[in-house]
């Protein structure tokens, strides 16, 4: 199992990145995916899920209406779109699976700040 993350960088307060995590080694398709991100001095917490088909997403309540999570199966790529972000959106963000135990990328660093 593989995940890779990208797409973080540096952002002004009130911009939006859009994040990808290319995945192998497993039937994408097969299994729901999930971002997490983790601040400095601060444990890791969950940021959204979504299910195997894409049909069902779930989010923390601090991301609702600002993130989204989609996923592309033909490509084997989750995204994590993100919106109206804030200084304290600051964080490694990861993507991880669930297959028997978990699964981590190596993390993008989202950095918000003016």
């Known amino acids: 199992v593989q995940l890779v993350e990208s797409g973080g960088g540096l952002v002004q307060p009130g911009g939006s990145l859009r994040l990808s995590c290319a995945a192998s080694?497993?039937?994408?398709?097969?299994?729901?995916m999930f971002w997490y991100r983790q601040a400095p001095g601060k444990e890791r917490e969950l940021v959204a899920r979504?299910?195997?088909?894409?049909?069902?997403?779930n989010y923390a309540d601090s991301m609702k209406g600002r993130f989204t999570i989609s996923r592309d199966n033909a490509k084997n790529t989750v995204y994590l779109q993100m919106n109206s972000l804030k200084p304290e959106d600051t964080a490694v963000y990861y993507c991880?699976?669930?297959?028997?135990?978990?699964?981590w990328g190596q993390g993008t660093q989202v950095t918000v700040s003016s």
């Open positions: 991880n699976v669930w297959i028997r135990q978990n699964y």
């Open positions: 080694g497993f039937t994408f398709s097969s299994y729901a």
């Open positions: 979504i299910s195997s088909s894409g049909g069902i997403t």
